[in-house]
């Protein structure tokens, strides 16, 4: 039996992770089948009470995503996840687990500060949220990824390249 894939997609917040995500699961549906998306931003706001940047709520987030990815692997489902993982370290322990299990695939999405404010500013507000990030986080979420990103990431600049350009460059990249 052939590995089904994981796909982590990575990146600041506004860089495009969530509709490229969206993308790449309609289009490898048409393509392959069966595939799940997980976003780990909205497990955690499934949780009651939550609140921003809560280490509670990110740990609980991280392992029923992972909880959720290990069961669609085992039934030989393909995965995406994305998420602002921010650091390499919470990279590498997502993926850890699945290394022997699935064909790994980990992006990056960039974006300049200023689009990705900008992108961040213009988008509406999920239900569950009831402000926007203050200009600090979205700053230190950028500082962080220029430090500590996963450096085994396969980047994409959003900045020069549509959704559908990046995604049909992850579609080439996984056949």
Known sequence: MKKPFLIVIDGPMGAGKT???????????????????????RLKRIISGYKMDSKIHLKLASDIGISMTKEYLKNNIGVIV?????RAEFVDSFIRPFKKK????????EVLTDIGARRVRERPLHPEIKKRPPKS?????????SQFKYKKAKVFDS????????VNRIIKDIK
């Not at 699935?102 to 999405?109: G, R, S």
């Not at 986080?137 to 990824?145: A, M, P, T």
């Open 82 to 86: 994305e998420k602002a993982f921010t």
């Open 102 to 109: 699935a064909k790994l695939f980990v992006y990056q999405i």
């Open 159 to 166: 900045n020069k390249l549509t959704p559908r350009q990046i």
């Open 19 to 41: 509709t490229v995500s969206k993308l790449l699961h309609e289009k490898l549906h048409k393509k392959k089948g069966l595939n799940a998306l997980i976003s780990l931003d």
């Open 137 to 145: 986080k979205f700053e230190r979420n950028i500082r962080h990824y």
